[in-house]
């Protein structure tokens, strides 16, 4: 009798075409994580608008009346808010992506196909909640604009924008397939990705701005892949606000290797994937 044997993954020359191949597979996937996010909700995508906006005010109170940090010249809630924007994405595409392979383990043990496609896949919710966020970001630079203080307004910058969402993306994703790997290996290691992103909010520069940071301290900060893309987000959005570019190019250098790390120690384990789940 013939056997049908499932292999978890092909010789390497056809990983990436394979990844191709089954992009409708990718369409799917994303498209029924959107749903169930907001399947059966109270408020449905209404969500994506209420948690930036709690967080914001937290931060804002934070850091402005408590810390009293000051804003640089920026209506403090469009600060923030453009530093919760790439932030909110990263954290949300982290927490999906980590449990992306257990919750599809019966669709990994039946069917071949690049398992690199679930965690990617589980991204474009958070890419969906980042536009809907922005939203909110759009009515408060409405806000300013008409305020007798600020005039504030959008400047050339945020035409440069949609070039810094791919940068967004590649820095959750490296992280992402990590912690996927170690959630499979290890189950309690989901418990320990929300103390990473609680952890990391406050330590990277959302609810401030990075050039409080000393200079002696700043290419060191910079090793949090984050400082760079908020700050490349808060130069598009706010305009007057700098980039570091030695601390930028630490930062795009560290997010290149942490993909890179995470494509190597997930295509190491794929082929182990179904046997663990």
């Not at 009798?1 to 191709?20: F, L, P, V």
């Not at 990718?26 to 749903?35: E, G, H």
Request: aromatic share 18%; hydrophobic share 55%; net charge positive.
């Amino acid at each position: 009798m013939a056997r049908i044997i499932i292999e978890a993954g092909r010789k390497s020359r056809h990983y990436w075409k394979d990844i191709w191949r089954y992009r409708e597979l990718f369409y799917f996937l994303a498209w029924r994580d959107i749903l169930v996010r907001y399947r059966q909700t109270l408020i449905g995508f209404a969500w994506a608008l209420l948690r930036p906006m709690l967080t914001m005010f937290v931060l804002c109170f934070i850091f402005g009346r408590v810390a009293q940090v000051s804003s640089d010249g920026v209506p403090r809630p469009i600060l923030v808010f453009s530093g919760l924007l790439p932030w909110m994405f990263f954290a949300n595409s982290l927490s999906d992506s980590s449990n992306s392979l257990v919750t599809n383990s019966n669709l990994i043990s039946k069917i071949y196909f690049p398992r690199l496609i679930i965690p990617a896949s589980s991204l474009i919710v958070g890419l969906v909640d980042f536009f809907i966020s922005f939203l909110i970001l759009s009515f408060l630079v409405e806000w300013y604009h008409y305020d007798p203080v600020w005039h504030f307004h959008f400047t050339w910058h945020i035409f440069l924008l949609p070039l810094l969402i791919p940068l967004a993306f590649l820095s959750a994703l490296g992280p992402g397939l990590i912690s996927t790997v170690l959630n499979v290996k290890y189950r309690d290691f989901r418990f320990i990705i929300p103390f990473v992103v609680q952890f990391g909010l406050y330590l990277s520069p959302v609810g401030f701005s990075s050039s409080h940071v000393p200079e002696k301290w700043r290419l060191l900060y910079s090793l949090n892949p984050m400082v760079g893309v908020i700050d490349s987000f808060r130069w598009a959005i706010c305009g007057n606000q700098p980039i570091y570019w030695p601390g930028f190019g630490i930062s795009l250098a560290f997010i290149v290797f942490l993909l890179f790390l995470g494509i190597h120690v997930f295509r190491r384990m794929e082929r182990q994937f179904a046997d663990i789940i």
